[in-house]
């Protein structure tokens, strides 16, 4: 498809003047989007826009048909007046960017609770939610799993780098709607004689081989097309008899017509290198205790917003008087007593 012309909504444009959309794996999908608009359109966007608006931004091709290519939250807007037209600029977000805005205290003290049942409990926060796995996400925590002064989005995306997987956002659709991992995507092929670019992220794989990552060189080779079709990440070809996929996108609106820039790796070289929440290091926590059996405790985290949890971890209590082999007398806590974790 060739898209010539843009239609949007709620906010309509007299013609587009600017058209730029991003989109990568473990990044909100972000468009900006600028046209004319009349002295009448002034006044009812200006109160529109006091209000949280969702945009979708649609391409019309020459045979009619139409395809979504971006449908957002509006984060920011401007009105300029030039030569008596009205220039109106939009700055849109994927609803994945809501998960970003606070940062939250919550422990999950339950280690038979696998990773996709954190996910899901978070996501359930959201209105218009939706979650989806590419690949199984049914490895149970097995240990404390802490989110400690960490958005929603920061802390999923830690979870996912534990098994190398990452966050890709539904840009087309309205509402928090996420993939981990690649989501289906639809093959395509490259048309002979496309203009392409090869490149190797060497840095990104020394990063992967350190920590431990079973990932090559040539899985870190970024073949970049341009392109006037419309794709969405999770897309894929073949390219000497190997598949790549989509990871990147750069749109742009230039002389009616939508010209794309799409990065494509193996699916090896798309895995990411586990992030870290540096703030955990050396941290001591303050907790009441609610359970106590022989030398271990039960506690809740003072300040934890998961506050309807199973707790079924058990921690070994360590007192003045006991010795490193575990002899001694044992002074242990009562319930209610405020310990350290």
């Known amino acids: 498809m060739r898209e010539h012309n843009i239609l949007t909504a709620p906010v309509e444009f007299l013609d587009i003047l600017e058209l730029q959309r991003e989109e990568e794996v473990n990044q909100h999908g972000r468009m900006v989007l600028s046209g004319h608009i009349t002295d009448e359109q002034e006044e009812e966007y200006l109160g529109l826009l006091t209000g949280s608006v969702w945009e979708t931004v649609r391409a019309v091709g020459d045979d009619g048909e139409e395809k979504t290519i971006f449908s957002g939250i509006i984060t920011d807007f401007s009105i300029t007046e030039i030569n008596d037209h009205k220039k109106m600029t939009l700055e849109m977000m994927t609803g994945s960017s809501l998960m970003d805005e606070k940062k939250h205290f919550r422990s999950y003290q339950n280690p038979m609770l696998t990773y996709g049942d954190i996910f899901k409990m978070i996501l359930a926060d959201y209105a218009d939610a939706a979650l989806s796995f590419s690949r199984p996400c049914d490895i149970a925590a097995d240990e404390l799993v802490l989110q400690y002064g960490e958005t929603d989005w920061a802390f999923l995306k830690r979870l996912a780098g534990r098994n190398h997987q990452f966050l890709v956002p539904d840009s087309r659709i309205k509402g928090t709607r996420i993939c981990i991992s690649l989501p289906q995507g639809q093959p395509f092929e490259i048309p002979m004689g496309s203009r392409y670019t090869i490149k190797k992220d060497l840095s990104g794989y020394r990063e992967k081989r ?55 790796k193996r699916e090896k070289g798309i895995e990411v290198s586990e992030p ?40 070994p209590y360590a007192t003045v008087y006991s010795t490193p082999d575990g002899t001694g007398w044992y002074c242990m806590p009562e319930l209610g007593d405020r310990v350290r974790l």
């Open 210 to 264: 350190y920590q431990g990552m079973a990932v090559s060189e040539a899985d870190c080779i970024d073949y970049i097309i341009q392109s006037r079709e419309l794709y969405q990440i999770g897309d894929y070809t073949t390219i000497y008899g190997l598949k790549f996929y989509i990871s990147q996108i750069h749109s742009r609106y230039e002389r009616g017509e939508l010209l794309h820039t799409y990065h494509l």
């Open 276 to 315: 870290f929440n540096t703030d955990l290091i050396g941290c001591s926590l303050s907790a009441e205790v609610i359970n106590v059996k022989e030398d271990k405790v039960q506690v809740k985290l003072i300040g934890d917003e998961n506050t309807q949890q199973d707790i079924n971890i058990w921690y």
